[in-house]
């Protein structure tokens, strides 16, 4: 079994920078690929960025390149989510997920899911 937790969220600016960081209990993180996932108020949940087990960026959403990225601590059993030159529209409640997926931006293909931590981006 594995158990994520979230943390990290919060206010920040637009053009700020915020890491997010998803802690597993269990299982190494970094056995499985991992992701993250955000859903905006009245918008379904949508895909942001995936990393293979093995490493390496296996795929990341348009609206997010260049500006996010994806990696792992294994000594903490921990991975974050990286998010520099952040605009509004990236205000969302941000979710961490590990697992097998054959498709990486398919959500019900992920086996684990963190509980959620809110960003807003607001002057």
């Known amino acids: 079994q594995v158990q994520l937790v979230e943390s990290g969220g919060g206010l920040v600016q637009p053009g700020d920078s915020l890491r997010l960081s998803c802690a597993s209990s269990?299982?190494?993180?970094?056995?499985?690929?991992m992701a993250w996932f955000r859903q905006a108020p009245g918008k379904e949940r949508e895909f942001v960025i995936s990393?293979?087990?093995?490493?390496?960026?296996?795929h990341i959403a348009d609206s997010v390149k260049g500006r996010f990225t994806i990696f792992s601590d294994n000594i903490k059993n921990t991975m974050h989510l990286e998010m520099n030159s952040l605009k509004p529209e990236a205000a969302a409640v941000y979710y961490c997920?590990?697992?097998?997926?054959?498709?990486?931006?398919?959500?019900?293909?992920?086996?684990?899911w963190g509980q959620g931590t809110q960003v807003t981006v607001s002057s």
């Open positions: 997920a590990v697992g097998y997926p054959i498709i990486a931006t398919r959500e019900e293909q992920y086996d684990y």
């Open positions: 269990g299982r190494t993180i970094s056995s499985f690929d």
């Open positions: 990393v293979r087990a093995s490493g390496g960026i296996r």
